[in-house]
C-alpha cells in the first residue's frame, strides 16, 4: 500500500464523486448494471453523510480511489447491526484502483473506528455473489453470520459477517 493514501470524512464538494464512484465500481464489478434500483441509492453520498459516516480513501493529490460507509445500529442506513456493533456499507473501490489495498484499508479504517468508539463487534451485509469482497472479508478475521442473512427484495439474498473486536487482541 502506497504510504501516501489516507482515509478521511468525506466533503460535501465530493459528494457527487463519491456516488459516480460507488456506482461505477458496482457496475464494472458485474453487480448490478445501471437500470437497477439501488443505483439511486448508491449514488446518494450525500443522503449517506447526513444519516452515517462517509469515508473516503484519497492518493497524494486528493484523487478518490474509494469508499465506505460506516453506520451505528438502529440508523436510517443500518441493516443488521445491533446495539454495541457497527456496521459498515456500500464499500466501493474506483475501478482504476483496485488491487491496491484499498478495499482492506476502508475495512480496517471501519475497525478503527469501531475500537475508538467501544463497539464490541463490526458487522455487514453482503451479496452472496460479491465472492471477491468475501474473501477480503475473511482474511481480514470476519465470519458468516447465516442468522443475520436476509433479502430486501424477492430474489436478493445478502448474507451477513461479522467480526468480533475480541479478535483484535
Given amino acids: 500500500m502506497s504510504p501516501q493514501v489516507i482515509v478521511r470524512p468525506a466533503r460535501p464538494d465530493e459528494f457527487d464523486a463519491v456516488g459516480e464512484l460507488t456506482v461505477r465500481s458496482y457496475v464494472t464489478g458485474g453487480l448490478l448494471d445501471r437500470e437497477d434500483p439501488y443505483v439511486a441509492r448508491l449514488y446518494d453520498a450525500a443522503g449517506r453523510a447526513r444519516d452515517a459516516e462517509l ?3 484519497t492518493d497524494d493529490t486528493d484523487r478518490l480511489l474509494g469508499t465506505v460507509t460506516v453506520c451505528e445500529p438502529g ?3 443500518s441493516e443488521v447491526s445491533r446495539p454495541g456493533e457497527l456496521e459498515f456499507r456500500m464499500l466501493a473501490v474506483s475501478p482504476a484502483a483496485r488491487g491496491r489495498g484499498i478495499g482492506e484499508l476502508l475495512t480496517r479504517a ?3 473506528r469501531a475500537a475508538q468508539r467501544g463497539a464490541r463487534q463490526v458487522v455487514l451485509s453482503s451479496s452472496e455473489w460479491m465472492s471477491v469482497a468475501h474473501r477480503l472479508y475473511t482474511r481480514l478475521g470476519f465470519s458468516r ?3 443475520r442473512d436476509w433479502q430486501p427484495v424477492p430474489g436478493l439474498r445478502l448474507v451477513a459477517f461479522g467480526r468480533s473486536r475480541a479478535a483484535d487482541g
Fill in 55 to 57: 469515508l473516503v480513501a
Fill in 75 to 77: 440508523s436510517p442506513l
Fill in 110 to 112: 471501519v475497525l478503527d
Fill in 145 to 147: 453470520l447465516p442468522d
